[in-house]
Nanobody, 126 residues
Framework: DVQLQASGGGLVQAGGSLRLSCVAS????????IGWFRQAPGKEREAISC????????YYTDSVKGRFTISRDNDKNTAYLEMNSLKPEDTAVYYC???????????????????WGQGTQVTVSS
């Protein structure tokens, strides 16, 4: 099974940018579809973006569309989340996740992802 390690979080001012990384190990990274989620204090974990391993299709929730970009480099066993125009409401712990099987219906469902990284804190100040 794959193990995931997320990094790249930090403190940034509103309007700034961050790039999160998610390094995979233990299993061929190209076998997995990937997703990024976040969880703010007192709130449920929510999906941000996901990417199919099959054709590289990318999907975004409305809250981040046009500001965030998901990508992957299978040669480096790494997924990325480029975050631009950050807002205070983007403050949360960010998680990368992976799954072997893909359904469009469940692409934003946390329970559909079997493998999770440990999370990285992103704080956006106003």
């Amino acid at each position: 099974d794959v193990q995931l390690q997320a990094s790249g979080g930090g403190l940034v001012q509103a309007g700034g940018s961050l790039r999160l990384s998610c390094v995979a190990s233990g299993s061929p990274f190209e076998d997995y579809h990937i997703g990024w989620f976040r969880q703010a204090p007192g709130k449920e974990r929510e999906a941000i973006s996901c990417m199919s391993r099959t054709d590289g299709s990318t999907y975004y929730t409305d809250s981040v569309k046009g500001r965030f970009t998901i990508s992957r480099d299978n040669d480096k066993n790494t997924a990325y989340l480029e975050m631009n125009s950050l807002k205070p409401e983007d403050t949360a712990v960010y998680y990368c996740a992976a799954r072997r099987l893909w359904t469009t219906a469940s692409m934003f469902t946390p329970a559909a992802y079997a493998y999770w990284g440990q999370g990285t804190q992103v704080t956006v100040s106003s």
